[in-house]
């Protein structure tokens, strides 16, 4: 399966000269066998290949338990396979790097830091000036709708507004590939349509490379130009999906695009005919 | 009402205590339990006197020592336990060892080894403020959420930097709390192995007392060490929730964005 061709529909709303056609993420064969406590292996990932192309917007879909927050954190370099290699820009990941940015559901801001000094920490790290970062920071805050909540404590702020600090924070130090772990999973329906309205106003801008987990497939063929099924014991990739919608989208006119619904309608079919049909949306 | 009784019910119990006191030593007619008041009225006499003072002063300083090097060698261990499978594997068996050891029963014998002056002393206090601060260290290292140091990894933070950039300050509260029952311990252990090695110190004035039949001075002492512990407790609260401001929600609901 693996490598599929792109179509040209695909890249329609990409700027010109640029050449997404280039593979950012190649996994080869990858598969994660984890030891239970029963002594029983438990086959959490087997022969997983995926390239994801630069400037992509690619969704792992599959229900819960199926490995797809894992896939995300071997390309991550949090978790090493136990077979197979992901690489980056042809060079294996052996361990985390600024050039992949997470963001994970539970948020994981750093709660002793304001909502600037969260966002400022990525460029800090990276040597660059306090005045320099703090107006990347400002402007990053000011992209993601947080004006005015600088100086307020992770705390004192709603999940919602957590995970637009926790976006603004990978933006911050500038990865060339954000990997998103099912980022508005644990937001109310209302605040995470939200969310994927602004995190796709915010990604159409730039077209950053974008690895995104989930379990919803509205979420995923709304969001993506690609979509990548999966099904679990063991987690194998079952389809890949071209999700050939015009950019930039719109939440309004895609409800009432036949082509959207159809997307939906049959990769939900796929799910249930498989018997993975525990899956929310 | 409420908010003005607040304040005031820590002085209400201090009278009632003392009134209670003062009650069953008038109905006690007891040569060593002395009046409340006849207490009260040995304290300014111990603060005025010069030598006094100094021991207080000494106990004091050993105090200060002995925690603040137990803070800078249970903190780093108990966090590296915490995030380090083998150095717990290896230290907690140790600890638990020496957990449940008086450590003012250690006192004999560091006295013989390293005499009755301020170095043992110290290093009693030491012992007893380190074990509360390594458990609550390495308890907060080890309930560190791991996205969170993914995070720091991502953005390029060496293992070491994790430990003290994120580690530390996600740990902070916990290890506070355990810096909380440190001083505590560290007041206790002052005074056992100032009741020990009988040289100096605010111990030494106590049993001193005792043993010259002064029991006013006694009780006075046991009030100003009491004192000693409240204000020190109190100082050190002050301190905590302000490093800690950022872990206790200051708002009741939080903000909704839309």
Same mark, same amino acid.
């Given at each position: 399966?693996?490598?599929?061709?792109?179509?040209?529909?695909?890249?329609?709303?990409?700027?010109?000269?640029?050449?997404?056609?280039?593979?950012?993420?190649?996994?080869?064969?990858?598969?994660?066998?984890?030891?239970?406590?029963?002594?029983?292996?438990?086959?959490?990932?087997?022969?997983?290949?995926?390239?994801?192309?630069?400037?992509?917007?690619?969704?792992? $879909?599959?229900?819960?338990?199926?490995?797809?927050?894992?896939?995300?954190?071997?390309?991550?370099?949090?978790?090493?396979?136990?077979?197979?290699?992901?690489?980056?820009?042809?060079?294996?990941?052996?361990?985390?790097?600024?050039?992949?940015?997470?963001?994970?559901?539970?948020?994981?801001?750093?709660?002793?830091?304001?909502?600037?000094?969260?966002?400022?920490?990525?460029?800090?790290?990276?040597?660059?000036?306090?005045?320099?970062?703090?107006?990347?920071?400002?402007?990053?805050?000011?992209?993601?709708?947080?004006?005015?909540?600088?100086?307020? =404590?992770?705390?004192?702020?709603?999940?919602?507004?957590?995970?637009?600090?926790?976006?603004?924070?990978?933006?911050?130090?500038?990865?060339?590939?954000?990997?998103?772990?099912?980022?508005?999973?644990?937001?109310?329906?209302?605040?995470?349509?939200?969310?994927?309205?602004?995190?796709?106003?915010?990604?159409?801008?730039?077209?950053?490379?974008?690895?995104?987990?989930?379990?919803?497939?509205?979420?995923?063929?709304?969001?993506?130009?690609?979509?990548?099924?999966?099904?679990?014991?063991?987690?194998?990739?079952?389809?890949?999906?071209?999700?050939?919608?015009?950019?930039?989208?719109?939440?309004?006119?895609?409800?009432?695009?036949?082509?959207?619904?159809? =997307?939906?309608?049959?990769?939900?079919?796929?799910?249930?005919?498989?018997?993975?049909?525990?899956?929310?949306? | 009402?409420?908010?003005?009784?607040?304040?005031?019910?820590?002085?209400?119990?201090?009278?009632?205590?003392?009134?209670?006191?003062?009650?069953?030593?008038?109905?006690?007619?007891?040569?060593?339990?002395?009046?409340?008041?006849?207490?009260?009225?040995?304290?300014?006499?111990?603060?005025?006197?010069?030598?006094?003072?100094?021991?207080?002063?000494?106990?004091?300083?050993?105090?200060?020592?002995?925690?603040?090097?137990?803070?800078?060698?249970?903190?780093?261990?108990?966090?590296?336990?915490?995030?380090?499978?083998?150095?717990?594997?290896?230290?907690?068996?140790?600890?638990?060892?020496?957990?449940?050891?008086?450590?003012?029963?250690?006192?004999?014998?560091?006295? $013989?080894?390293?005499?009755?002056?301020?170095?043992?002393?110290?290093?009693?206090?030491?012992?007893?403020?380190?074990?509360?601060?390594? =458990?609550?260290?390495?308890?907060?290292?080890?309930?560190?959420?791991?996205?969170?140091?993914?995070?720091?990894?991502?953005?390029?933070?060496?293992?070491?930097?994790?430990?003290?950039?994120?580690?530390?300050?996600?740990?902070?509260?916990?290890?506070?709390?355990?810096?909380?029952?440190?001083?505590?311990?560290?007041?206790?252990?002052?005074?056992?192995?100032?009741?020990?090695?009988?040289?100096?110190?605010?111990?030494?004035?106590?049993?001193?007392?005792?043993?010259?039949?002064?029991?006013?001075?006694?009780?006075?002492?046991?009030?100003?060490?009491?004192?000693?512990?409240?204000?020190?407790?109190?100082?050190?609260?002050?301190?905590?929730?302000?490093?800690?401001?950022?872990?206790?929600?200051?708002?009741?609901?939080?903000?909704?964005?839309?």
């Amino acid at each position: 399966m693996g490598v599929t061709p792109i179509r040209p529909g695909q890249l329609a709303g990409v700027p010109l000269g640029r050449r997404p056609a280039e593979p950012i993420i190649e996994i080869d064969h990858v598969s994660q066998v984890f030891k239970t406590s029963s002594r029983r292996d438990h086959t959490a990932l087997s022969d997983i290949s995926l390239s994801v192309e630069e400037g992509a917007f690619v969704s792992i $879909l599959g229900p819960s338990g199926c490995g797809k927050s894992t896939l995300l954190y071997i390309v991550g370099g949090f978790v090493s396979p136990t077979g197979g290699t992901a690489k980056m820009k042809g060079k294996p990941i052996t361990g985390p790097g600024t050039d992949r940015g997470p963001v994970f559901q539970e948020f994981a801001l750093f709660p002793w830091k304001s909502v600037l000094g969260n966002v400022m920490y990525g460029p800090l790290q990276q040597g660059i000036k306090p005045s320099k970062a703090e107006a990347r920071a400002r402007a990053l805050i000011a992209m993601v709708g947080l004006t005015g909540f600088e100086k307020f =404590y992770p705390k004192e702020l709603s999940g919602g507004m957590k995970q637009r600090v926790a976006l603004a924070r990978t933006l911050a130090y500038g990865p060339e590939v954000l990997l998103m772990d099912e980022p508005f999973g644990a937001l109310d329906a209302h605040t995470r349509t939200r969310l994927q309205n602004d995190l796709l106003e915010i990604w159409e801008r730039d077209r950053k490379t974008v690895l995104f987990v989930t379990h919803s497939v509205e979420e995923a063929v709304f969001l993506s130009d690609k979509v990548v099924m999966m099904s679990r014991s063991p987690g194998r990739i079952r389809e890949v999906i071209d999700i050939d919608l015009p950019r930039p989208r719109r939440r309004e006119e895609l409800l009432l695009d036949p082509r959207y619904q159809k =997307y939906i309608v049959e990769i939900e079919r796929m799910f249930d005919a498989s018997g993975d049909n525990e899956l929310p949306s | 009402m409420n908010a003005l009784l607040k304040p005031l019910a820590p002085v209400l119990a201090c009278c009632g205590l003392l009134a209670a006191w003062q009650l069953a030593s008038l109905g006690l007619k007891n040569d060593s339990f002395p009046t409340a008041l006849d207490s009260l009225r040995a304290i300014p006499p111990i603060l005025t006197d010069k030598e006094s003072l100094i021991n207080i002063l000494a106990s004091l300083r050993r105090m200060a020592i002995g925690f603040a090097l137990a803070l800078s060698f249970a903190i780093p261990l108990g966090l590296l336990m915490g995030r380090s499978r083998s150095m717990a594997a290896f230290f907690n068996p140790l600890l638990m060892l020496i957990y449940p050891v008086p450590k003012a029963a250690l006192m004999p014998i560091i006295m $013989l080894w390293l005499g009755v002056g301020d170095i043992s002393k110290t290093l009693v206090i030491f012992l007893g403020v380190s074990l509360p601060v390594i =458990y609550h260290s390495f308890e907060g290292a080890k309930a560190v959420e791991e996205k969170m140091l993914w995070s720091g990894a991502a953005m390029g933070l060496s293992p070491g930097e994790r430990l003290l950039r994120i580690v530390l300050p996600a740990a902070l509260p916990e290890i506070l709390t355990g810096c909380r029952t440190g001083i505590v311990l560290a007041l206790i252990t002052m005074v056992t192995s100032e009741m020990i090695a009988r040289q100096s110190g605010a111990g030494n004035i106590l049993f001193n007392a005792l043993d010259m039949g002064q029991y006013d001075t006694v009780f006075a002492m046991i009030i100003i060490i009491g004192a000693m512990g409240i204000c020190l407790d109190a100082a050190f609260e002050v301190i905590r929730r302000w490093l800690v401001r950022w872990s206790e929600p200051q708002f009741d609901m939080p903000l909704s964005f839309s």
